[in-house]
């Protein structure tokens, strides 16, 4: 069955991404697994071949197409280059902090940060978990307090994707700590900020080249002109964001997946057990034509939802259906390969076992797979 979601121009953007990749990621990356982080060169690197900002408005120098497909490309081809890119950080940046600069920031802010966004010379990250709270955001203890022209910023935040190379990072902080989630502001600190320091770069089970690291604010003053939007409209920014975030996690799970299968096609076609290939054993054949068909199904029904969204049409539901299904089918599938190479596929020098690891938190991040039910079940009225 041929797609159609993409044009010519998609697929142009693709092979110069793959020669992006090709080039300035896959040579390097098991050095940036290594030492748990990429370099901030490779956003710089990115940026002047025109892949960060793909949706800014070209006024600020983006690259002026608010056309979803991009990111989208972006994720497969990421996937497709298998564990070998898996630490970029570039989705976060694409398809999340930009996003909520774009859709929330005020005219000077955007004057201010839009072009660094694009060129690479501010990375961005969103914070809004915290060692004590996750999935419950009307939790959130970091405050910001109006004080004259500043807010005084205090808190923790954990699980922080770009943490230590970020230079702009939205904060979810309260500046009604009476309330829950209607108390909830964004603020964006930025790297000079007195008062702001990073904790340790964690160490995870998978994308080991993914910075992921704790930020503190400790009576940080930010200027009050870094609030994004109204005070007290956070969570409003935040239901409007978050289904974007898992449409891409969707669109990454699903290309995971697809690369995964075609990396245990090739295994299980040349190796031998009993006198034959493993690939045609029933059991494994059976088994590959059945992730086949749920990753031919998956691909189906994202490309709709990239569509929708394109469109202003895709639901919060329906980005949280795209959301848990499409990772449970990731994971599953990276499972089912990594039993058809056997005891290869334990070990961490074969790309199936890296794979195995690294889809683990895509049923936990953007979301919880939980909440995306309790989202879904909600919609329902039950
Ligand atoms: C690698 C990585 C990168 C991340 N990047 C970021 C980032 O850039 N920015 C950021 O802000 N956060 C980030 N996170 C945090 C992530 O979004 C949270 O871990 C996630 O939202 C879950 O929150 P929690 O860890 O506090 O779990 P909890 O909320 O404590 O949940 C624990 C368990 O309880 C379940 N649960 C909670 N509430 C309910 C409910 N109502 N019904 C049913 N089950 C429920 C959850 O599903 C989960 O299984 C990242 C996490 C990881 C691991």
Known sequence: MKRTIFDAEHEMFRESFRQFLDKEVVPYHLQWERDGIVPRELFYAAGKLGFLGMDVPTQYGGGGEPDFRYNYVIHEEVQAAGVNASGLGMSLHNDTGIAYLL???????????????VTGD??????????????????????????????????????????????????????DPSKRTGGLSLIVVERSQVGFTRGRRLEKIGMHAQDTAELFFENARVPAANLLGEEGAGFHYLTQNLPQERLAIATISVAAARAALELTLEYTKERTAFGQKVGSFQNSRFSLAEMH?????????????????????????????????????QNRVVDRCLQLHGGYGYMSEYPIARAFVDARVQRIYGGTNEIMKEIIGRSLGV
């Open 293 to 329: 068909s749920e990753i031919l199904i998956a691909t189906t029904f994202v490309d709709k939802c990239v569509l929708a969204h394109n469109a202003g049409e895709l639901s919060a539901e329906e980005a949280a259906v795209a959301k848990w299904w499409c990772s449970d089918l």
């Open 122 to 175: 501010l990375i961005t990250a969103i914070a809004m978990t915290e060692p004590g709270t996750g999935s419950d955001l009307g939790a959130v203890r970091a405050t910001a307090i109006r004080d004259g022209e500043h807010y005084v910023l205090n808190g923790s935040k954990t699980f922080i994707t770009n943490g230590i190379n970020a230079d702009i990072v939205i904060v979810v902080a309260k500046t």
């Open 103 to 117: 859709h929330c920031a005020n005219e000077e802010q955007r004057e201010r940060w839009l072009p660094g966004v």
